[in-house]
Every structure is written in structure tokens, then in C-alpha cells.
């Protein structure tokens, strides 16, 4: 199972919009509805963001929104706030109990 | 609330065998599976497999089959990930992370470095 594909390095000033693309497969991303968001702060554990493509657990700011395309995902986040620099993972179910995340961003708030 | 608490830093040798356990409070450690994710220094977040709590089915990713085995005791909700034959690019933090449906892992323990050094 390959790792699915994300940017290296997304930036943005605050208050704008970043989207981050998470690329899969016919075996991942576009076989099921079932692709994850995590946010890792340095040295700390991932928070799950977005579940199910663009559900958001509570706690999670609205601000945070998820979408997918073919075998495209994505990461939308509006009104960029200092506190949203971290690394982002996607994560894709592939089907008889196993998944697959991608390699992660890194996202720098300029 | 939900709490996954990990046990302590490992150092092993290459070879050697590591276990990692999980311990779950806050809900029905009988409701949810589990799933296990490593993480190397300074590299990105790696399946290793899955284990469900209904019953003892597990999968491993491809990479970790036949040197990794995930257990759980319900008696004392604790959740395990022994890996065995350690080489030095096993050297990473693993984390458990509890799947409370299929596609999303809302809970994850605080990890566990486990180093693999002669």
C-alpha cells in the first residue's frame, strides 16, 4: 500500500485560506467515503479534524472544512490563525481493515 | 473523558522485542477497535495494523506481518503492540489510537519512543 500524496510545505498570512490536496487511488480515496484529517503540533500527539471526508468532530472551529474529488481529498482552512501551524495528515480507509495516511504538510502562518 | 495512556520510553537492542501497551478509560473499552501508527524521527505517520475489540481479528500492514502481533486484555482495558526482531529504523513513537468508526481515529495515546540502539 503506497503512501498517499500530499505537498511538502503550504504557507498563508492570517486570515487567509490554505487548501491542502491529499491524492490517492481507486483502492483509497475514491473507493470509500471514509478519509481523515489529522493536526500534529511538534512533540505532540495528531487531533483528529475532519472524519468522513468533511464531518468535524465537535471542538473542531468550522473554520476547518474537508472535501474530496476522484481520487482527490482536501483540507480547506479559512481565516488562518497562528495557532493553526502545524503538520496536517490525511488518512484513507483501503478496504478489509487496513489504511493508509499520507506524508504529510507542513503548514507555516506567514 | 476519553484517555489512551501509554507506557513508558523503551531502549532496546537490534533484535530484541518491544511491547507497548494502552490503557483506555473514560468509555466501553468493548465498543471500539484500535489501530497502531508509528512515527520515525522527523518522518510522517505510518499504519502498522488494526485490532478489533468485538473479537481477536486483527491486520497488520504488509510491512509489519509476521514481526508484529496486537493483543487487548478487557479485563483491564489494555491494548498491546509487540514488535519483534528491532532494527535501528525502527526507532520511532508509536501510538495507539482508537477507531471509533471506520473512518476516523478520535482518540490517540500521548505515544511511546521506542528507541532501537546496539
Known amino acids: 500500500q503506497s503512501a498517499l500524496t500530499q505537498p511538502r510545505s503550504v504557507s498563508g498570512s492570517p486570515g487567509q485560506s490554505v487548501t491542502i490536496s491529499c491524492t490517492g487511488t481507486?483502492?483509497?480515496?475514491?473507493?470509500?467515503?471514509?478519509v481523515s484529517w489529522y493536526q500534529q503540533h511538534p512533540g505532540k500527539a495528531p487531533k483528529l479534524m475532519i472524519y468522513d471526508v468533511s464531518k468535524r468532530p465537535s471542538g473542531v472551529p468550522d473554520r476547518f472544512s474537508g472535501s474530496k474529488s476522484g481520487n482527490t481529498a482536501s483540507l480547506t482552512i479559512s481565516g488562518l490563525q497562528a495557532e493553526d501551524e502545524a503538520d496536517y495528515y490525511c488518512?484513507?480507509?483501503?478496504?478489509?481493515?487496513?489504511?493508509?495516511f499520507g506524508g504529510g504538510t507542513k503548514l507555516t502562518v506567514l | 473523558q476519553v484517555q489512551l495512556v501509554q507506557s513508558g520510553a523503551e531502549v532496546k537492542k537490534p533484535g530484541a522485542s518491544v511491547k507497548v501497551s494502552c490503557k483506555a478509560s473514560g468509555y466501553s473499552f468493548t465498543s471500539y477497535g484500535f489501530n497502531w501508527v508509528r512515527q520515525a524521527p522527523g518522518q510522517g505517520l505510518e499504519w502498522m495494523g488494526w485490532?478489533?475489540?468485538?473479537?481477536?481479528?486483527?491486520n497488520y500492514a504488509q510491512k509489519f506481518q509476521g514481526r508484529v502481533t496486537m493483543t487487548k486484555d478487557t479485563s483491564t482495558s489494555t491494548a498491546y503492540m509487540e514488535l519483534r526482531s528491532l532494527r535501528s529504523d525502527d526507532t520511532a513513537v508509536y501510538y495507539c489510537?482508537?477507531?471509533?468508526?471506520?473512518?476516523?481515529?478520535?482518540?490517540w495515546g500521548q505515544g511511546t519512543l521506542v528507541t532501537v540502539s546496539s
Open positions: 481507486g483502492s483509497d480515496v475514491s473507493g470509500y467515503n471514509y
Open positions: 488518512c484513507s480507509y483501503a478496504g478489509s481493515y487496513t489504511w493508509v
Open positions: 485490532i478489533s475489540i468485538y473479537n481477536h481479528n486483527t
Open positions: 489510537a482508537r477507531a471509533r468508526t471506520i473512518g476516523e481515529l478520535d482518540n
